[in-house]
C-alpha cells in the first residue's frame, strides 16, 4: 500500500451575474417551446433580470471602489444601498448620465420591482366580478382583472426587452469601467495535482 500523498492546488474564479443570465436565457428558450409549465419559465427569465443585474452591479461595484481604488470600506456601504441608488453611486463614479426615460435603462425599476414582488410577495386574494363572452374558463389568473401587477407583466415580451436592457447596461458599465463584460465570462478554473 502506497502511503504517497497527492495534494490539489487549484483556483476557480465564479460569475454570478453570467450563471443568472445564462439561466434566464434557459428560461427564456424553454418558455418559448414549451406549453406546460410555460408560465413558470417566463417567471424564471423575468426573475432572473434582476438577480442578473444586481450581481453585475455588485461586480461593477466591486472591481471599481476596491480592486482598483482600495476604498473598501466606502463599498461596503454602497453595497447594502437598493439598486437603484447602487447604480447612481456607480455612475456617477464612472461619469454616466443615467436617463431612467432612456433606452436601456427605462425598464431598471420595472425588473426590480418584479423581482421584489417575487422575493418579497405576500399572500392576497381577489373577488371581483367580471363580464365573460365565453363559458370555458381554464384558470382565473387568465382573465383580466384577476391578475396581480406582476402577473400582467409575465409575458414573453417583456423578456425579451428587459434582458436587452441587462445586456446593454452591462456593456455601458462595464466598458465604462474598462472591465471585461461580465455577462460573457464564464466561470474559470485550472488545477494541479503535485
Same mark, same amino acid.
Given at each position: ?125 381577489? @373577488?371581483? =366580478?367580471?363580464?365573460?363572452? /365565453?363559458? +370555458?374558463?381554464?384558470?382565473l389568473q387568465? &382573465?383580466? !382583472?384577476? %391578475? #396581480? ?19 446593454? @447596461?452591462? =456593456?455601458?458599465?462595464?466598458? /465604462?469601467? +474598462? ?5 460573457? &465570462?464564464? !466561470?474559470? %478554473? #485550472?488545477?494541479?495535482i503535485f
Amino acid at each position: 500500500m502506497s502511503t504517497d500523498k497527492k495534494y490539489l492546488r487549484g483556483t476557480r474564479n465564479i460569475n454570478p451575474a453570467f450563471t443568472l443570465h445564462k439561466i434566464g436565457q434557459y428560461a427564456h428558450k424553454k418558455a418559448q417551446e414549451t406549453e406546460v409549465g410555460k408560465q413558470l419559465e417566463i417567471m424564471t427569465a423575468l426573475l432572473m433580470c434582476g438577480l442578473t443585474l444586481e450581481a453585475l452591479l455588485n461586480d461593477v461595484g466591486y472591481s471599481i471602489f476596491v480592486l482598483k481604488k482600495r476604498e473598501i470600506e466606502l463599498w461596503n456601504a454602497i453595497e447594502r444601498l437598493s439598486p437603484r441608488k447602487k447604480l447612481d453611486v456607480i455612475a456617477e463614479k464612472l461619469c454616466i448620465n443615467i436617463d431612467f426615460g432612456s433606452i436601456p435603462f427605462q425598464n431598471f425599476s420595472q425588473i426590480f420591482k418584479y423581482r421584489d414582488f417575487i422575493v418579497h410577495g405576500k399572500y392576497c386574494q381577489i @373577488i371581483k =366580478e367580471v363580464e365573460v363572452n /365565453k363559458i +370555458e374558463i381554464d384558470d382565473l389568473q387568465n &382573465i383580466d !382583472g384577476f %391578475q #396581480e401587477k406582476w402577473e400582467k407583466q409575465t409575458t414573453i415580451k417583456n423578456i425579451e426587452k428587459w434582458r436587452k436592457s441587462v445586456s446593454d @447596461i452591462s =456593456e455601458i458599465l462595464t466598458q /465604462k469601467a +474598462e472591465l471585461p463584460n461580465m455577462l460573457q &465570462i464564464a !466561470g474559470y %478554473q #485550472e488545477w494541479s495535482i503535485f
